[in-house]
DNA sequence: AAGAGTCACAACCGCCTGTGT
DNA sequence: AACACAGGCGGTTGTGACTCT
């Protein structure tokens, strides 16, 4: 669908959208040998892209085992509670989120559920003013709000982290129960939000090594190529 | 039918942090 | 301790697609 226009800048450095051919070049390359050093990078593999860019193609859209769109309901919430604890913390997002980058959540919550955030506040804040006499456990909280998709949620296991990359992940009450803990535990405890809790990485990604040879290539593993649209 | 306005999202930019020397 | 470099992150932009008038 979209895009920025290709372009150059004076060092002839390739910017705007990726074409179907860099695509594969990129993907042929990380499948071979890995990502031993994005500067460098799109020198060997052909491309005339700087390191970060080929960084960001490859961790947003061409890493296998990603899902593109077609948020699901649970998800969204999700997100959309992960965002009340954490903030503008994608990329904590994101590792709480199997197969979803943290762009593209980040653009999922600028152009959906940032409204739907917001209204839903106001929602509970309307209700929390009608119902001063309630005990706060009663109130649309974040926590009762986990409970309403303990039963339905697949696919967004909070400890699925420790997954390998390949492994579908089914969330299971008990994982959901712990998830609800951490956040209890963060509610009382910042140190976890500044802490390494987060520094895990979502996917164990493909980062093996061939030292300073492209010829070292450890590991090959099966790459989709996502469909282009353009 | 066409122009204006809005949405969706890929990609870039600049800053920050961690690591090596 | 200071510096350089690479990688990572969040904010922002640019533009095609879509919707409205």
């Known amino acids: 669908m979209m895009v920025r226009t290709p372009s150059c800048d004076k060092n002839g450095v390739k910017k705007g959208t990726w074409t179907p051919e860099e695509d594969k070049k990129l ?34 859209y061409l890493r296998p085992n990603l899902k593109r769109g077609n948020y699901t309901k649970e998800e969204e919430e999700t997100i959309i509670k992960l965002h009340r604890h954490l903030g503008n913390r994608w990329s904590a997002i994101a590792a709480r989120m199997p197969g979803r980058t943290d762009n593209e959540i980040k653009n999922h919550w600028h152009t959906n559920l940032k409204k739907r955030s917001q209204q839903d506040s106001v929602a509970t804040e309307s209700i929390v003013s009608n119902s001063n006499d309630q005990s706060p456990t009663e109130q649309p909280t ?86 282009h649209d353009t």
């Open 27 to 60: 993907v042929e390359y990380i499948t071979r040998y890995g990502h031993w050093n994005w500067r460098l990078l799109p020198k060997f593999a052909g491309l005339a892209r700087c390191g970060k860019s080929c960084r960001l193609r490859w961790l947003n």
């Open 142 to 227: 974040a926590n009762t709000t986990f409970q309403s998709f303990n039963s339905t949620t697949q696919d967004c296991s909070p400890l699925s982290q420790h997954s390998s990359p390949s492994t579908s992940t089914v969330v299971s009450t008990e994982n959901l129960v712990l998830m609800e803990d951490e956040f209890a535990f963060w509610d009382s405890d910042t140190d976890l939000m500044s802490g390494n809790f987060w520094l895990e990485p979502y996917m164990l990604d493909i980062s093996y090594v061939p030292a300073s040879e492209p010829e070292y290539s450890s590991q090959v593993f099966d790459v989709e190529l996502w469909s």
